[in-house]
């Protein structure tokens, strides 16, 4: 947020607040395209049947069905011949498990299970194989319980971001003596928002009269300013938390110094 004091007179002070906008729109960004990425890369269902029922259907299928595309493969019962994990190359942080055929081995991507999972379901499929008795077997996997959440909540906290800015794009205050009145206005793409009060309701212009309000998040910490009044209530100069430390310390000087608060 960047801060320039347009007029200032021993009655009279006007700032000009405008948000830093590269670094929102580089936060918007990473957000969403963070968000795009996950959905459209790990959302997918993934289904590996063997049915055993002669004499039609001894057969075996693997469905994997994403965002980009759907994929079905199909062989007889007989053309598979067991599944193991493949030590060789790793996926994520844990071994491929890989179906071996008549034709070649082809994974069977399983986003959610680690390497003891992954062993587990091997164990599963070769058991099937070598019990001539059971009709059926069934391998299912869905990623969209935890992709979709995460992935929309990326998306979401992208998008506020770029609401901050729309409604944030300049907010100009006017702190004038004369009339006992300040002016928050709000002008943003989304429209013009103005909040008055009167100068002297600013908690009797006391030490808590102007107050950081900070916002803290996992890898960054945001500022506010807010202006207390009387009765308990509060004005934000930002409808979100969009100063830097030294932007917000510059506001509550200026401001401290013009209202002359102790």
């Not at 770029?162 to 100009?172: A, E, G, K, S, V």
Request: net charge positive.
């Amino acid at each position: 947020m960047r801060l320039k004091i347009l007029e200032q007179t021993p009655t009279l002070l006007k700032l000009q607040l405008k948000p830093a906008a590269i670094l929102y729109w580089l936060f918007s960004g990473l957000f969403v395209a963070g968000g795009i990425l996950l959905i459209t890369t790990l959302t997918k269902t993934t289904t590996f049947t063997c049915n055993r029922v002669e004499p039609t259907q001894e057969n075996c299928q693997l469905i994997t069905n994403s965002i980009l595309k759907s994929q079905v493969k199909t062989w007889n019962l007989k053309e598979v011949l067991a599944a193991k994990l493949d030590t060789s190359t790793t996926a994520g942080n844990s071994y491929p498990l890989v179906l071996l055929t008549r034709d070649g081995s082809v994974p069977i991507d399983l986003v959610n299970a680690d390497s003891t999972h992954k062993e587990s379901k091997a164990k599963q499929i070769n058991a099937f194989l070598k019990n001539s008795q059971e009709p059926k077997l069934t391998i299912h996997e869905d990623t969209r319980l935890w992709t979709y959440p995460i992935g929309f909540l990326l998306i979401a906290s992208g998008a506020v971001c770029i609401i901050y800015l729309l409604m944030n794009n300049i907010i100009i205050c006017v702190f004038d003596k004369t009339l006992d009145k300040a002016t928050i206005e709000r002008k943003g793409w989304l429209g013009q928002e103005i909040i008055e009060t009167k100068l002297s309701e600013i908690s009797g212009l006391n030490t808590d009269a102007v107050a950081i309000d900070t916002v803290t998040g996992t890898s960054s910490t945001s500022y506010n300013i807010v202006l207390n009044l009387v009765y308990d209530k509060s004005i934000y100069l930002a409808t979100g938390p969009m100063f830097t430390a030294k932007s917000a310390e510059q506001i509550i000087k200026a401001i401290a110094t013009f209202l002359k608060l102790d």
